[in-house]
């Protein structure tokens, strides 16, 4: 099946500093979604990306995806102690959702 | 709406014994899933349905079985609990491939 590989898969930012994670695979792929877990918690969804060389943005977080299909970013501007977590990227393939190892987030204040 | 919700949040079994964990959503969504995560290990598919009556295996679903008879509940089942079964659980729901997921809060499960 498709596998999505992240780097990196541990980010010590600064506060205020910024920072970008990301997902490859070898496959080209129909979706990309992204998802938050903070530290004892659900992962929660934060957006799809399907099309080639989109871009999306939610407040400091700009989501990008490849325009081969194949990578996909999320860089976070101006880290505040609320970004801590591990944010995972997954991709759906008729309802078989597989995620990247993803990246821990540690932010120092 | 009450999103997805598991059951037992944390659960204790000895080797050999068989358990369900619950899963139940209310927003008439046909996709659910079910996870574990380790350490270090993110989060592996076990099964999945993309509608009642239809199941599928994911990466590892060796251990565990699934069914699907309603659009709300996607239990699943430990047959013969393992040590290596140890982890949390998380059961997801989908409207369809077009949308995220929601996930449940999970559950925390140690087999001795």
């Known amino acids: 099946g498709q596998q999505v590989m992240q780097i990196p898969q541990y980010q010590h930012v600064q506060e205020g500093e910024d920072f970008t994670t990301y997902c490859n695979s070898s496959?080209?792929?129909?979706?990309i979604q992204w998802y938050k877990q903070r530290p004892g918690g659900h992962p929660v969804f934060l957006i799809q990306l399907v099309k080639s060389g989109e871009v999306k943005k939610q407040k400091r977080l700009t989501f990008q995806f490849g325009e081969a299909k194949k990578n996909s970013s999320l860089h976070i501007t101006a880290t505040q102690t609320t970004d801590v977590g591990t944010y995972f990227c997954?991709?759906?393939?008729?309802?078989?959702?597989?995620f990247g190892a993803g990246t821990q987030v540690v932010v120092t204040p | 709406n009450a999103g997805v919700t598991q059951t037992p949040k944390f659960q204790v079994l000895k080797t050999g014994q068989s358990m369900t964990l619950q899963c139940a959503q209310d927003m008439n969504h046909e996709y659910m899933s079910w996870y574990r995560q380790d350490p270090g290990m993110g989060l592996r598919l076990i099964h999945y349905s993309v509608g009642a009556g239809i199941t599928d295996q994911g990466e590892v679903p060796n251990g565990y079985n699934v069914s699907r008879s309603t659009t709300e509940d996607f239990p699943l089942r430990l047959l013969s609990a393992a040590p290596s079964q140890t982890s949390v659980y998380f059961c997801?729901?989908?409207?369809?491939?077009?949308?995220?997921?929601?996930f449940g809060s999970g559950t925390r499960l140690t087999v001795v």
């Open positions: 496959t080209t792929l129909s979706n």
């Open positions: 997954a991709t759906d393939s008729w309802g078989k959702l597989q």
């Open positions: 997801a729901s989908s409207y369809s491939r077009a949308y995220g997921y929601t």
